[in-house]
């Protein structure tokens, strides 16, 4: 009877320990498949937001900036020499060092103390008037390398902000594929093809065709406000505004699509006005300027460094 007894009491131990193993196991396979679960979701996720992300930059490059079919993007190579004129000293100097930050974070290159200016900044409430003198006045301010139509839609242009970009094609090795006559047939001289300052013939071509034997470098960028078209902004949102149109070559109507930037500032989206350079700016300014001008892959590497900047954001 007795040892009867102390078997079964040992089969309920024996249940007892085997319940609390099976519950015990049980209970960690959900603390694993809890854990696990999240982490899955989370890189899904992420994969989605990256492929989201770098749709969004496709459509700010493409949808704003100028891109040529077999040329570079047109940025500074030469030192960036600012003067900005029509604004009261202390919001005058406070255009100044904040286009010069800007650009010190972009990595392009400043010029010295007294420069000679080629980045010219200017407010103004009469801006055809003052360009129609300053023509006249100066005959190599513009180059006809884009028409004469670009010349007319920017001394006319009714925007805000008009921008007028000058660029010079520059070979591989650093020499200067254009004379220094720019807008020489502004006053009638005609020079003939092959000593137009829009001509580009590299010497030495690259033996590669993933190389540009020439570039498109900056030589002067005209940034005209109308100060009449500009009341209901600050001084800070003008300033980055400028900015971002002198340091790369903006279209007329860029539209960056979903991506918030400085460029919805004169925009219509219902959205608040941005009041500076987004990440979004700021991180395309730096792949600009960060990359090898020469890669005919440029704008593939741009998108690409701006999605590991704004991803990693």
């Known amino acids: 009877m007795t040892s009867r007894t102390n078997g ?45 992300l770098d749709r969004q930059i496709s459509h700010f490059v493409f949808g704003a900036v100028v891109s040529y079919m077999n040329d570079s993007l ?15 000293g202390d919001r005058g100097e406070f255009v100044f060092t904040r286009v010069t930050e800007i650009a010190k974070a972009a990595h392009a290159h400043l010029g010295e103390e007294h420069c000679k200016p080629n980045f010219y900044i200017v407010v103004t409430a009469y801006p055809d008037l003052l360009l129609a003198k300053w023509v006249k006045r100066d005959i190599g301010l513009v180059n006809n390398c884009n028409g004469m139509g670009y010349i007319k839609s920017f001394l006319h242009s009714r925007q805000p902000v008009r921008v007028f970009y000058n660029a010079v094609f520059r070979s591989s090795t650093g020499m200067n594929h254009s004379l220094d006559t720019a807008g020489t047939d502004l006053i009638g001289l005609n020079l003939p093809f092959n000593l137009s300052p829009c001509a580009a013939v590299d010497p030495h071509p690259p033996d590669s065709r993933l190389r540009y034997g020439v570039v498109q470098e900056l030589s002067s960028v005209i940034v005209v406000v109308d100060s009449t078209k500009t009341t209901n902004i600050n001084i800070g949102q003008l300033t980055d505004y400028v900015a971002l149109l002198g340091l790369a070559q903006i279209k007329p109507e860029a539209n960056p699509g979903t991506a918030p930037s400085i460029l919805n500032l004169f925009r219509e989206t219902g959205l608040p006005a941005p009041q500076g350079l987004s990440p979004w700016d700021e991180a395309f300014l730096h792949s600009l300027y960060t990359t090898d001008q020469t890669n005919t892959l440029q704008v593939s590497v741009i998108k690409g460094r701006m999605l590991d900047e704004l991803a990693n954001h």
């Open 8 to 52: 079964t009491r040992k089969t309920r131990r024996l249940r007892v320990l085997l319940t609390l193993v099976l519950a015990t196991a049980l209970a960690a396979n959900a603390d694993d498949s809890s854990e696990k679960k999240p982490g899955i979701d989370t890189v899904v996720i992420t994969a989605q937001k990256r492929r989201e």
């Open 74 to 88: 047109e940025r500074w190579d030469t030192p960036i020499c600012p003067l900005v004129a029509g604004l009261s």
